[in-house]
């Protein structure tokens, strides 16, 4: 319990601290979440780095996001993520009822523009852990209601697969429009 309150309060502090020690400029430019998205990343490569030494490779893309779910996110904040949702082509989109750092601020509306700097992090955490599995991605949260969140990944191989089986088929439409 200890462990966990000590947590909460270094993410606290660090997110005080790089927006306390940002220029205005920074602060609405976006330079501040990014700042706290790298150190999550780092964060995430270290721990998935330690928390996979000892398991089985991994099959495809959903048992690795079923191991963040479970393993990774159990591990880092004491529960499962609650629901994992796909649509088998590279989006995933994990929900937490009750997400930890979330916790402590009002259940209200008040702070809900706050709720991004929160959650730069672990958008960091999840994109860094994944990074070290081999899967490039980039993770995005949203917060409709405090303090459950929805942390949306895109992995960018399936994305950017996608994208240019679109884009063969829109050239060769076109090359055809020019035969005629």
């Known amino acids: 319990m ?7 309060l270094l993410h606290n502090e660090m997110v005080s601290g790089v927006y306390k020690s940002a220029e205005q400029g920074e602060v609405e430019n976006g330079r501040c979440i990014t700042k706290l998205e790298n150190m999550g990343f780092r964060v995430g490569q270290g721990l998935i780095e330690r928390f996979t030494k000892d398991t089985a490779r991994f099959k495809d893309e959903l048992d690795i996001m079923k191991f963040i779910c479970k393993d990774f996110w159990t591990t880092v904040f004491k529960k499962q993520i609650d629901n994992l949702r796909t649509n088998h082509q590279g989006i995933y989109v994990l929900q937490d009822n009750k997400f930890r750092l979330l916790t402590q601020m009002s259940a209200g509306k008040q702070y809900l523009e706050h709720a991004s700097k929160y959650l730069a992090f672990t958008c ?28 949306t990944s895109y992995f960018l191989t399936n994305v950017f697969s996608s994208y240019l089986s679109g884009l063969v088929v829109f050239v060769s439409c076109f090359c055809y429009l020019e035969d005629i």
């Open 124 to 151: 960091g955490l999840i994109r860094g852990g994944l990074s070290n599995l081999g899967i490039k991605s980039i993770v995005t949260a949203e917060v409709s209601s405090m303090p459950a969140c929805k942390l």
């Open 2 to 8: 200890a462990d966990e309150a000590l947590f909460l």
